[in-house]
């Protein structure tokens, strides 16, 4: 399909799985572990990657791969790969480039997930990562980079502070020490943000948030924009250019060119560590991938009601919302999310500090406390004493999460109804 020319709500409902006359409507889920061949020597040119096909769903899976490249199709990429968890979407991104003795550096600004797996289990691994404040200048952060420093890392509208990330600056830093940019698209999505276009040359993704949107799967992908010459760097990344001896002494930035990186990702990482979806999740994943354009559009305009009226609030001691005009964020925003939409998510904190804010959720009744945001569902979380709570305050502060902070992610629900659900708990607090 000549999918770059269709506009994003249509890539939403049809890109990836294109049937042909008889063929199912929906994506078809391929729940099988393997693949039959007729000839051993088939099979054989398989593993040596002679032959495109599936052999083995550890390491790719049909409804999988249709599901990646609906999502390669919104980012604008030229490959991508499913992942069983946004979790081993970072992982796998920095895995596939760094190994032990190399470094990276990092916006401290990241997900408390993603800040534990760079700060705590990479480095167990020997690789270390460098954290930089995302909004220093590009000499500051120049000056984290050494000789074996393999990629730079951000993401674009960080959870839960929604500090939005100057992509095009982060995209300079990374091109003048030849390395890639790697960012998190999870909140933005596709769908208000193109990282592409402002220079990130890789793209992870929790699937879990709003591609899924439900709630029914966790999930991650990669995206590879294709844009990053390997070649042309090749000292600093022998595992792109140099010969796989598990693969008879393949190079894949020679034999795969613009699929090099998601092609490596595949058939060493995947192959070795096996962190695929299941096909049912991925099928689920592409459910919520055909209403994303309606819902992140939704999801934003409930989100600029709510945090109007919680900047009203006389309770509220303060809010961070990028589609707020006073936001630290907001020109930024307005520059490069489509139509100055971020998310549905935004931060406030409670007068009388964390445990008024506490409080404050505990009375509400419509909306969830859970673990989780960018769902249909409403819900509110507070970091310090749950995703962050291993978090000392010092790291607390560098990852942009106040003890006080509501993270609050905005659902399909009417707004009024939302509104008069905060206005009882305000009252329970009083
Ligand atoms: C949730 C999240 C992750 C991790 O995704 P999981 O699917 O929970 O492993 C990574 N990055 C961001 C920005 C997230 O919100």
Redesign the pocket.
Known sequence: MASKKLSPETLCVKAGWDPKKGEPRQVPIYQTTTFKYETSEQMADLFDLKAPGYFYTRLQNPTNDLVAAKIAALEGGCSAMLTS??????FFAVLNLCEAGDHFVSAST??G??FNLFAITLKKMGIECTFVNADASEEEISAAFRPNTKLLFG?TL??PGVNVLDIEKFARIAHSHGVPLIV?N??PTPINCRPFEWGADIV??????YMDGHSTS???AIVDSGNFDWAAHAGKFPGMTEPDESYHGLAYARAFGKNAFITKATVQLMRDLGSIPSPFNSYLLNVGLESLQARVERHCANALVMAEYLSQCPEVAWIKFPGLPGDKYHDLAQKQFTNGRSSGVMCFGIKGGRERSIKFMDSLKLINIVTH??DAASCVLHPASHTHRQLTDEQLIAAGVQPDLIRFSVGLENTDDLIADMEQAFASIK
């Open positions: 968890s946004g979790q081993a979407a970072s990241i997900y997930g993603t993401e960080t959870n998190d999870t909140f992870t993704h929790a699937t879990t948030k966790v999930g991650g945001v960018a």
